[in-house]
Each structure stands twice: as structure tokens, then as C-alpha cells.
């Protein structure tokens, strides 16, 4: 596909499973937030950056055919795959968006009544701008949820392993060589108020889990499938990238084995 636009992460088949993964487990979090920032039927809702579309599905169902979706992605494959399972649910309120977020001057609306954007900023090389551009689709009241990682950094096995120390540092090297920043969530708040929104919910997730829980399965996807990555991108050796996969499977199978979740801040935030 020649237009298609990579994200650090890809956006092969792989990627689409492991969203869909990442969605099943924080959807229950997802649906709190959106509930308690009063998304609703009726409304018209931006989904920023919606991937492959498990977050729009949702979005759909809560706004239901009296409101209206507005996916917003660069990648075609993406919404492709998107847009495949929009036609087979004849879910007509959903409307697909194709748009480098870096590159548009501004978002398909500007009287939005609800945003909902997870794990996007992160990697977008121009945040700011686009924070500013999230605003102006709103209407003086409308709200927007953030799900962003706050300290990616947290993220550990405990007991620690070392090469599972040295592994995180280097996933969080190569998103800032990409042009994104992993800890985004960090100044977010402050570009909301700057931009003219009032933060009404700050929200850390941090989890610590077991490989019995099924949260365990987010961060466990995301070592397989990003270690393959980091390796065809050049940036991390096969052999070293083998010696993690296998320890993350040793330590998974020993007793006691647990995990700190990178933490996430929920950011739920209202235009003036
Ligand atoms: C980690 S995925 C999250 C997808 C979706 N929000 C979710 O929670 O399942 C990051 C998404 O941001 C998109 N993305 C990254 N940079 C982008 C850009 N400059 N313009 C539009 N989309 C972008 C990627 O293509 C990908 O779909």
C-alpha cells in the first residue's frame, strides 16, 4: 500500500490484534471515564487517532444513531480495517477521517461535544499545536478524555530483571528518536488550561499485576510484538532482543512473578 504512514509501533496485522487486546483490557476504564465526562446519546464525538477502531465501536454505541462519530487516522490500513467492520455493523454515524494530525490545520469540526483521544499524543511530533486544535472542535462546554502515559518509565518486573531494566529505557529512546514523547501526559494539563479548558479529573492508572490477571496480557503483547519491531527497525539486536523475550517468559512462569504497569493519566477536561 504505498500511502500507508507507520506509527513507531507499525500497523500490520499484528499491531491490529495487539489494539484490540489493549482496548478489551482498559475498556471497563474507558467507558468510567467517557461516562463520567457526560459523553452521551445524541452527541457528536471526535475519536483523535482512532486506530483501527475498537475505541470508535464503543464511542458508537454510547452516542447511538442520534449522535455522531468522527474517526480520525492516518493510517489506511487502519481504516481500512476500521471501516470494513463500520459497514458490516451499518454503524452510518460513523464517519472515517483520513489526516496526518501533524500536517492539518484543523480538526473536521468545531462544535464537537465530546474528544476522546488515547496513546496518540504521544506520537505526534507537534503536540502542542494539535492540543489547540482539539480545542477549537469543541464547543464552549464540550469535553475531551485523555488517556496518555504520565511515566512510562514505570513500567517494571518485580522482581526486577535486568534485562527487562535496560529494555524499557531503550523502547523509550526510540519513540523520542520518532519524534514523539512517551511522557506526554506530564505537560498536557498545563497545555489544556493555557489552550482554554478547565481540567476537571486527573486520573493516575497504575496496576500492579500477576500473570493470572488479565491485565497481564497488555504489557505481555506488547513485549512480542515490540521487541520484532524494535529489531526490523534496526534498533535493537536479535540476540539481545531473544534474551528479553525469554526472560519475560521465565519470569512469567515463576512464582511471585509481577508487573508495574506504565502509569497512565486520565485527563478529563472542559472548554470554557
Ligand atoms: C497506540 S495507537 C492508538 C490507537 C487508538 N487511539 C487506540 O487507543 O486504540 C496510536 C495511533 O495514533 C496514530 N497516529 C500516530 N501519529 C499520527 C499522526 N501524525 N496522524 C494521525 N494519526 C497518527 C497511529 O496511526 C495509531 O493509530
Known amino acids: 500500500m504505498s500511502n500507508e504512514r507507520d506509527y513507531m509501533l507499525g500497523t500490520h496485522d499484528e499491531e491490529v490484534a495487539r489494539l484490540g487486546v489493549q482496548h478489551r483490557v482498559w475498556r471497563d ?3 468510567d471515564g467517557w461516562q463520567r465526562a457526560g459523553i452521551g446519546p445524541g452527541q457528536t464525538v471526535v475519536d483523535l487517532g482512532s486506530g483501527p477502531g475498537f475505541a470508535t465501536m464503543d464511542l458508537a454505541d454510547v452516542v447511538n444513531h442520534t449522535g455522531r462519530v468522527l474517526a480520525i487516522e492516518r493510517s489506511r490500513r487502519f481504516l481500512d480495517v476500521l471501516e470494513a467492520e463500520r459497514d458490516r455493523r451499518r454503524l452510518t454515524h460513523i464517519s472515517i477521517h483520513e489526516a496526518d494530525l501533524d500536517e492539518i490545520d484543523e480538526l473536521p469540526v468545531s462544535d464537537a461535544d465530546a474528544l476522546w483521544c488515547r496513546w496518540v499524543l504521544a506520537f505526534v511530533r507537534r503536540p502542542q499545536p494539535l492540543v489547540t486544535k482539539c480545542v477549537s472542535s469543541l464547543r464552549p462546554g464540550g469535553v475531551a478524555v485523555f488517556h496518555e502515559y504520565l511515566n ?7 522482581p526486577p530483571v535486568k534485562s527487562f531494566d535496560d529494555f524499557v529505557p531503550v523502547i523509550r529512546e526510540t519513540w523520542r528518536e520518532e519524534g514523539g514523547e512517551p511522557d506526554i501526559a506530564a505537560v498536557l494539563p498545563h497545555w489544556l488550561e493555557q489552550a482554554g479548558m478547565d481540567i476537571v479529573s486527573l486520573r493516575p492508572y497504575v496496576d500492579v499485576v500477576s500473570p493470572g490477571d488479565a491485565l497481564w496480557e497488555w504489557p ?4 512480542h510484538s515490540s521487541l520484532d519491531r524494535l529489531v526490523a527497525l534496526g534498533r535493537l539486536e536479535a540476540g ?5 523475550r525469554q526472560d519475560f517468559m521465565a519470569h512469567a512462569a515463576s512464582p511471585g512473578a509481577r508487573l508495574v504497569t ?11
Request: glycine fraction near 0%; aromatic fraction near 10%; charged fraction near 25%.
Open 29 to 31: 476504564r474507558v467507558l
Open 152 to 158: 512510562y518509565a514505570t513500567w517494571r518486573l518485580i
Open 220 to 223: 505481555q503483547t506488547f513485549v
Open 240 to 244: 539481545r532482543a531473544q534474551t528479553i
Open 262 to 272: 506504565p502509569i497512565v493519566l486520565e485527563i478529563i477536561a472542559r472548554k470554557r
